[in-house]
């Protein structure tokens, strides 16, 4: 992307429907710690953080089943937040699945679980801890950068 390039604007609705696909995958991983379903989810983070949320499963998912039969979009935001949000739960889920896969349940249990958590924000509330984290990181930058 160019510096003179608008950012990609995505639906709204997107994330938030992939983030409770993303809450029952964890919740069922948390109950029967199957970590090859969080391997699976790791894979779906990384899509969507290094290839775009309009590539990774559950985004063609929304796009082609769920967003026709919802209407017109009457919102939309910047990609980039929700991308490095899918980047924070790819760390989360790899984490959990060296936990999970290594013998440390608990370390698997830990990362699902503080994953579970901000997908269930991003779905229930609309609240995105990554993306917030993407937003204080940048502004963080900016003045950090302002004041040199």
């Given at each position: 992307?160019?510096?003179?390039?608008?950012?990609?604007?995505?639906?709204?609705?997107?994330?938030?429907?992939?983030?409770?696909?993303?809450?029952?995958?964890l919740g069922v991983v948390l109950i029967t710690g199957w970590w090859p379903l969080l391997a699976a989810q790791a894979v779906v983070f990384g899509i969507g953080a290094f290839a775009g949320l309009s590539r990774a499963p559950y985004g063609l998912v929304f796009r082609y089943l769920v967003a026709p039969r919802l209407g017109p979009v009457r919102e939309r935001e910047d990609a980039a937040p929700p991308r490095f949000a899918q980047g924070v739960g790819l760390a989360f889920a790899v984490i959990?699945?060296?936990?999970?896969?290594t013998g440390l349940t608990a370390l698997g249990l830990v990362a699902t679980a503080l994953a579970l958590v901000a997908a269930l924000l991003n779905a229930a509330v609309g609240f995105c801890l990554g993306c917030e984290m993407y937003l204080l990181l940048n502004r963080t930058k900016t003045i950090v950068g302002a004041t040199r």
């Open positions: 992307m160019s510096i003179t390039s608008k950012p990609t604007q995505i639906d709204v609705r997107g994330p938030r429907f992939g983030a409770w696909i993303t809450t029952v995958v959990g699945v060296v936990g999970y896969a």
